[in-house]
């Protein structure tokens, strides 16, 4: 499995958070905590500007799973 990978950067303009990986039941709480943390930075930036960039964000194979099964029934 993949890991994720989130990497937040304050520019000028924006909070910029960037997100690459899975994201599944394992990672969310992760995920959940750095946009927390990065929604507070934001608040506290000039231009109060949050960006998320989730490109680089893939479905994890639980999810995969989980829409085949559904699919199967």
Do not use: F, Q, Y
């Amino acid at each position: 499995m993949a890991t994720l990978d989130i990497t937040r950067v304050v520019r000028d303009s924006a909070v910029v958070v960037v997100v690459a990986g899975d994201i599944d039941t394992a990672t969310v709480a992760t995920l959940a905590t750095n946009l927390a943390t990065a929604l507070e930075a934001a608040s506290e930036h000039v231009h109060r500007m949050l960006v998320v960039d989730l490109d680089k964000v893939t479905r994890s194979e639980e999810r995969r799973v989980g829409k085949e099964c559904r699919s199967r029934w």
